[in-house]
């Protein structure tokens, strides 16, 4: 069975930062781009980031560039979202998603994905 597993959420104070993991299991993240997206409550899902099959191609958001990097460890079969600097407006779900493709380079920050993670809260307050 596909699954994604995000972890490293949590409450941090405004400025500081987190790393998020997408861990999968039943497939291998090597044929797939992977995608970040957060809901606040009340807000519709948002596209933060996104790396290409092979890790050449990233994308972010016009509000967390600078602040936000996108890696992944196909080795250990999982992304990683480091955020810093964050934000109080950054507090929401955060999503992990992957979408099987021949594209090597390229990704997209829209909602286009398969699979989804159950998600992971991610609260930035004093």
């Known amino acids: 069975q596909l699954q994604l597993a995000e972890s490293g959420g949590g409450l941090v104070q405004p400025g500081g930062s987190l790393r998020l993991s997408c861990a999968a299991s039943g497939f291998t993240l090597d044929y797939y781009a992977i995608g970040w997206f957060r809901q606040a409550p009340g807000k519709e899902r948002e596209g933060v980031s996104c790396?290409?099959?092979?890790?050449?191609?990233?994308n972010y958001a016009h509000s967390v560039k600078g602040r936000f990097t996108i890696s992944r460890d196909n080795a250990k079969n999982t992304v990683y979202l480091q955020m810093n600097s964050l934000k109080p407006e950054d507090t929401a779900i955060y999503y992990c998603?992957?979408?099987?493709?021949?594209?090597?380079?390229?990704?997209?920050?829209?909602?286009?994905?398969?699979?989804w993670g159950q998600g992971t809260q991610v609260t930035v307050s004093s």
């Open positions: 998603a992957a979408i099987d493709t021949t594209v090597q380079a390229v990704c997209t920050t829209a909602p286009l994905y398969d699979y």
């Open positions: 790396i290409s099959r092979s890790g050449a191609g990233t």
